[in-house]
């Protein structure tokens, strides 16, 4: 397959996720986080991921998290989050936070 159709495919697939009627928010999160590493992202899921954590620091009770955020890998920082949005309800927040970060790179011109 071509690198301009499979990025018109991963294109397609982060356009998708604001389309979803939503039950379960962890398993598409898990989808978004997943598609990001696929087209090469990692960093953008790290900031999406840290930018939550800082937000919510005082209620999570989390020290400066752009600190330590290098420490562990992004599968962990991942579960990390995830854990402590369903320990606070703010699951519907991350879920938010991945759908205007993903919402900003699909408004951004493809070369």
Do not use: W
Request: hydrophobic share 40%.
């Amino acid at each position: 397959m071509s690198a301009h159709i499979e990025r018109y495919k991963n294109l397609k697939e982060l356009r998708s996720f604001r389309n979803n009627n939503v039950k379960f928010q962890a398993p598409l999160i898990f989808r978004m986080y997943g598609t990001l590493n696929k087209v090469n992202m990692r960093k953008e899921n790290r900031y999406i991921l840290c930018n939550f954590l800082d937000q919510h620091s005082d209620l999570l009770k989390i020290e400066d998290i752009y600190d330590s955020n290098n420490e562990v890998s992004l599968n962990q920082l991942l579960l990390f989050a995830l854990t402590k949005a369903k320990e606070f309800n703010l699951l519907n927040t991350l879920y938010n936070e991945y759908l205007n970060s993903i919402d900003a790179i699909n408004s951004k011109k493809v070369v």
